[in-house]
């Protein structure tokens, strides 16, 4: 699982049929799942994405967390987090998770962080979105469940 975190003064998604209203400050997330991914990495994920020490203290340092600040957060699913395009002009997406498997997932994360975070957006799995943020920073983090040993 793959978390692409970008720290945002604004940040909001919109689908065909449903335009979100601008949200912020806070995270938006591209959300990527590979084959393997199971159900209980989204748990300590969420964890990690919203008490990881991101945001600005009064003294101006990277103390803060999403929790600490209350900000909102923006959850976009993107397939396109495992491309691989070491080969070729053309990415290969053979990692990603097959999208009914990574959808109920998405799902679930969702759910999760809406839990914790009440202000919580999110795209739709499998439509065209148009992602609209401003990163402030700029701080773009990547998550990798992998590299984490989980």
Not at 79 to 98: C, H, I, Q, S, V
Request: glycine letters at 10%.
């Amino acid at each position: 699982m793959r978390l692409l975190l970008q720290r945002t003064t604004t940040a909001w998604v919109t689908f065909p049929g449903h335009h979100n209203q601008p949200q912020g400050p806070g995270l938006a997330v591209l959300v990527g799942f590979c084959q393997g991914d199971v159900e209980s990495l989204l748990e300590p994920m969420a964890d990690k994405m919203i008490t990881l020490r991101i945001f600005p203290d009064e003294e101006g340092r990277m103390n803060r967390s999403l929790a600490d600040t209350g900000g909102t957060l923006v959850l976009v699913p993107q397939f396109t987090l495992y491309a691989d395009a070491r080969k070729g002009r053309r990415p290969n997406f053979m990692r990603a998770l097959e999208p009914e498997k990574a959808s109920g997932l998405f799902q679930r994360f969702a759910d999760i962080c809406r839990g914790r975070v009440p202000h919580t957006q999110t795209g739709q799995f499998g439509a065209d979105m148009d992602v609209h943020l401003v990163n402030q920073g700029p701080v773009t983090i990547l998550l990798d469940s992998q590299e984490m040993g989980w």
